[in-house]
């Protein structure tokens, strides 16, 4: 039962939510239970939001931040009034209310005219998508009867390379959208209301499933408002576009099994159907022996882990530059002999990029291929690498040209299991043809873990803690070069199969 008496006040992320969803918006208000908990992942990058807000400050030093300096929403809402009355110049997440939205903006900065306030945005573009959140601070800064001359999007300059020392001045954009935002008012306030109206519902309005639910951001509700859909679900199909599968699924099409015939599908979604119809793989032996043959021995199973941060750490580093930090490396020198296995972890502190090039190089040989899953992370963090330290280019580059990748027997169908549910992931493939091995029982699970379990040991200086992360990322990263060496049985199984 929901508690439509009890007030909801709009804020910034409920708008958010609200502009993608309204369904969304009110199940958050009032069925909370039924939503997917916040991963750490996504945390994390919240968190690095809140980082680069911070960091932004410094375009705007000596101000006062008011969420830093009162805890409850009634001493915010008094301290900004008194700050906002006094001589300070610059205000850091100041906190308003008006028609019952409760805003923070980052950066508010008194001028001869009145304000100008900054929005501060970790993106590494400007996005038009945020004007609608910027709007509704501006709507009610200006109910408050605020003058506001100028409105700023700030946002990470991802051209900027760090030398030395950082530059903050290049590390950031500004964007003025006072115009854009200034002529929405009208359109926030009815927003505002249609809003409030719905959280003041005692049901949730009708909203089928749609494109919107991964749009802009993965809803947190789909376990609730997908779970009529099964694994064999016409979303399962890869390679149709967003707007095929919802055109079938409002067609009644919801099961591989019902599609139409003579739907255009490729080879590959054709066998993939098949597969789900029948309950078995589907396996093109000729693609499989094809790819089997571009392996010469010895094999280097090989996978990297890397970290981002929007604020670069080292020299020569962009934001969001990829960071490798750890290699995992199963050596086989031929078929049916046992792999050897070899890894890297760098040390937490300082810049692992040099040391990260000269133990990949030191242990992965010039001859043979080198296998990764999804190459794309190991070769560009080696052609990276190459540019950063020219007397290594020339053995960095020769790697890249070994590479080999073994997501491809899978991304062209030659074998597809109905247990892949249309995923090509590592993680899907390997408890697909591989059941006794699995990720789940490891600390780490993804790549998005390890980086954020790297950063955190950047951090620690917690002695356990930091051996417990260690141990956890290398159990991680072997398992995914392990994993490589079993897929390619796995392949070699299905190719020589009658
Ligand atoms: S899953 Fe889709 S329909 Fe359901 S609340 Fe989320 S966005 Fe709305």
Redesign the pocket.
Known sequence: MSDTKKSHPLSIPLFTRGN??H??LW?HEHRPELSQSLDETLQARFDEGHRVGRFARALFPDGRCVTEEADTTDRQLWLTKKLMSSSVMTLYEPVFMFDSVVIIPNILCRTENGWTFYEVKSHGMFHPGILKDVALQYYVLKGLGIEIDRICVVHINTDYVYEKTLDVLQLFKVVDVTDRVKMRVNQTRDTVLTMQRILKAPVFPT?P?GS??SKPYD?D??SF??KHLSDDSVFSISGLSKNQKFALYEQGVREMKDMPAGYPLSDEQVSQVRAHRDGVPTVNKKGLSDFLGTLQYPLCFLDFEAFQSAIPLFSGMRPYEQIPFQFSLHIQAGPDVEPVHYSFLASELGDPRRSFAESLINLVPENGCIVTYDHHLESQAMRHLAALFPDLSRALLKRVSQVRDLIIPFEKGYLYSPAMRGRYSIKTILPAFVPELSYENLVIKNGEMAALSFCKLRLSSDVKEKTDIRFALEKYCEMDTYAMVRIVEVLRVFSDRD
């Open positions: 993608q969803c369904k969304s199940l909203i499933i919107h639910c809803c509700f789909k408002c997908w």
